[in-house]
């Protein structure tokens, strides 16, 4: 049996904050008709970007992570502000900003569901290609980043040791590398 769409009876505000919304999502399981209440987090979309160099290096950001409470290796991204045009845009800004690079090509990848379990965003993933240093970082008032660069032979290795374990990150890799081996996107660091 295929799993069908849940009725949606209604919702009930939680909590709202800053950058994301709590509410509590009732709903009729198509199944057994029973009536269940979900909790949900709304929040904005999301951008990540896979900034690669000329010379055939990642360029990723290290920075401290509340969540996890300690330091994580992650590539740069953030939240899309009201002010961008599109997620080009933001994802362009966010790797200015946190890295200090540009790029000469800003590439789609499409979009991942963070947690579609409880969350109801997206995150945009792009690939920035023929990036180069251009000025110094603008981080927010709530960012500490430091900038490091990392041979793509290097990355594999990277993941596999756990030293880069943002899922996040992880899956926009992934969305890359599958771009990659499909022929969508031509050779790693072209």
């Known amino acids: 049996m295929s799993p069908h769409e849940w009725e949606h009876l209604g919702d009930e505000e939680l909590y709202r904050y800053l950058v994301f919304r709590a509410r509590r999502s009732r709903r009729r399981s198509p199944r057994t008709g029973v009536e269940i209440g979900f909790f ?27 969540g996890s409470d300690g330091v994580s290796l992650e590539i740069p991204g953030g939240i899309i502000d009201r002010s961008d045009r599109d997620p080009a845009a933001t994802a362009a800004r966010e790797l200015r900003e946190e890295t200090g690079y540009v790029a000469d090509e800003l590439v789609a990848l499409g979009e991942i569901r963070p947690n579609p379990a409880f969350m109801t965003n997206r995150c945009h993933v792009f690939v920035a290609r023929g990036c180069r240093l251009q000025g110094a970082l603008q981080m927010d008032p709530g960012e500490d980043i430091e900038v490091v660069t990392m041979p793509l032979a290097e990355l594999d290795a990277a993941i596999a040791g756990g030293v880069i374990d943002h899922a996040i990150v992880l ?20």
């Open 40 to 66: 949900l987090l709304d929040t904005v979309d999301w951008v990540n970007v896979i900034p690669i160099t000329a010379a055939g290096e990642i360029v990723l950001v290290r920075q401290f992570r509340h």
């Open 171 to 190: 899956a926009a890799l992934a969305r890359w590398r599958a771009a990659e081996r499909g022929g969508a996107m031509g050779p790693i660091g072209s």
